[in-house]
């Protein structure tokens, strides 16, 4: 890792003490998905993707379900797949960034797991998502319109979650550290 911030000793000692899912949550393009898998491989923890998970078990691509059956149909899917995923113990879950704004879903990531806002300003959301055109939400209009739209209504949602991570410039190696270090405080 690039920003090693506790030692491997101490990363044992932290993972044993985590009986629950650690779920990051936020709006799309924060780095939920990539930061994620890297802070799973840091502790040694199995990586979920709840949009990956979903695609599974649909067999359709997430801007497919929501052309086809519309996103109602998709956020029932979504609390599904969560509920499952927060099942067994330690690991980390990314979530699709409308997760945490569902009320049930937001309920039981808060209920059985631990919470991990992960955040950083519109700017910087623009240009992350304009990487990979894969957002439904984002298509027919202008994504920074819709994101600082959904990011004003989203925040009062992701600001229940216990840990508040910015992660604005710096490598996703350092979001992850951050990660860390405020697991180590918190549990
Ligand atoms: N800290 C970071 N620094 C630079 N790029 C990042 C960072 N975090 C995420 N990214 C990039 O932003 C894009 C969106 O990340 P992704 O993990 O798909 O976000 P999310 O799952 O929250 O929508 C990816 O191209 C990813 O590599
Ligand atoms: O913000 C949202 O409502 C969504 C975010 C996406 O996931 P990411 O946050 O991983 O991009 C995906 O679940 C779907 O396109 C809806
Ligand atoms: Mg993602």
Do not use: C
Request: no cysteine; aromatic share 6%.
């Amino acid at each position: 890792m690039d920003h090693p911030s506790l030692s491997d000793g101490e990363i044992r000692e932290l993972v044993s003490r985590l009986d629950r899912p650690i779920v990051l949550v936020g709006m799309m393009g924060v780095g939920k998905s990539t930061v994620g898998r890297k802070l799973a491989a840091l502790l040694g923890l199995q990586f979920r993707d709840a949009d990956d998970e979903i695609e599974e078990a649909a067999q359709m691509r997430v801007s497919e379900i929501f052309e086809r059956f519309g996103e109602s149909y998709f956020r029932d899917g979504e609390r599904r797949v969560i509920a499952r995923l927060m099942e067994g113990g330690a690991k980390v879950i990314a979530t699709g960034g409308g997760a945490f704004a569902q009320e049930e879903t937001r309920k039981l990531i808060l209920d059985r797991g631990i919470a991990i806002w992960l955040d950083s300003d519109v700017d910087t959301l623009v240009e992350r998502v304009g990487r990979r055109d894969t957002r439904p939400l984002l298509r027919g209009g202008d994504p920074r319109e819709i994101i600082a739209r959904l990011k004003a209504e989203r925040e009062p949602f992701y600001a229940q979650a216990p840990i508040h991570i910015l992660s604005n410039s710096g490598p996703h190696g350092e979001a992850v550290t951050r990660i860390v270090q405020e697991l180590d405080k918190w549990q």
